[in-house]
């Protein structure tokens, strides 16, 4: 367990760091597209920071649980590995659970392929399968019990957490996009600035979800400074007909250096392909 959850915090760990911004693009197998709009779709980010981290942390709870007995000698040992199996099994199977959930998401919602994902889901229910036939358990059918909480109190909170984040902004006004709530940082504002300088635009309607997601990546304050380009014929300032001759087949879309690409796309993504050479932080 102690292996499985290092190469978990590994996985994890360097999906947050590319995500801050401190790691550079990512080899990811299948192509970079699928990681990317799994990565950056509504449901990449917990509190403002990525999911992976939050990932990471369980993972180094699980390391912590399950290296801690192994390092202690003496009378205590014993009953803190009989806490930890506890602590262990708990941690594992709401990890399963709740990763079991974003591949159905993975799947179903965002329909992409993203093999850092299916890694820690992999790990998380190996973990939860170790946990069980590892400890030894006198009384089954009280750890089958508490499992089965653990699975329903995640499940219960994930659907709610999973339901709210897909719920789509409400719209300012008839054939007006939903205003933009974050503030943007300072490197935020520049690559906007830097965007629209070299040229770059933004194709977007002003119902689609996506495209707010896109916004508020950036924040009112660099929103403000992009090319927006509207291309929902019955919104405002709308320039379907340029939409129509780029032969769009989804929102949001960038237009960077002649080149057209579709999706959300991290900031640190969007500097790279655009030549941009200050830092980005989300």
């Known amino acids: 367990m102690a292996v499985l959850s290092t190469i978990g915090a590994i996985d994890t760990g360097t999906i947050t760091l590319k995500r801050w911004g401190v790691l550079g693009n990512l080899s990811c197998p299948g ?29 180094a709870t699980v390391l912590l649980l399950a290296l801690l007995p192994l390092l202690l000698q003496g009378e205590s040992r014993q ?15 709401a990890m399963a659970t709740f990763s079991l959930m974003l591949m159905g998401l993975m799947v179903f919602k965002i ?9 820690s889901a992999v790990l998380s229910v190996a973990l939860m399968v170790l ?9 089954r059918a009280q750890l089958i019990f ?8 995640v499940t219960v909170v994930g659907l709610g957490w999973i339901s709210v984040v897909d719920r789509p902004a409400e719209p300012t006004g008839r054939g007006v996009a939903p205003a933009v709530r974050a503030d943007s940082s300072p490197g935020a504002i520049a690559l906007a600035d830097h965007l629209t300088a070299t040229g770059a635009s933004i194709y977007t309607a002003y ?35 340029i939409c129509e001759a780029k032969k769009l087949e989804a929102y949001p879309t960038w237009e960077i250096n002649g080149k ?16 941009f050479k200050g830092t980005v932080r989300p």
């Open 260 to 275: 057209l690409i579709s999706g959300v796309k991290p900031l640190s993504q969007l500097a790279q392909w655009s030549g």
């Open 31 to 59: 192509g970079a597209e699928g990681c990317d709009k799994v990565l950056s779709s509504a449901w990449g980010t917990l509190f403002g920071q990525p999911l992976s981290f939050f990932g990471f942390l369980a993972y």
């Open 79 to 93: 009953p803190l590995g009989e806490r930890s199996w506890w602590g262990l099994f708990f941690t594992s199977t």
């Open 146 to 153: 508490r499992g089965v909480l653990v699975v329903l109190l």
């Open 207 to 241: 119902w689609c979800p996506h495209c707010h997601e896109q916004k508020e990546l950036f924040g009112r304050q660099a929103t403000a400074r992009l090319k927006v380009i509207e291309c929902a014929p019955d919104g405002r300032n709308s320039q379907a007909a």
């Open 111 to 119: 329909q992409s392929f993203c093999p850092f994902c299916v890694l």
């Open 131 to 139: 946990s069980i036939i590892g400890g030894d358990w006198q009384d």
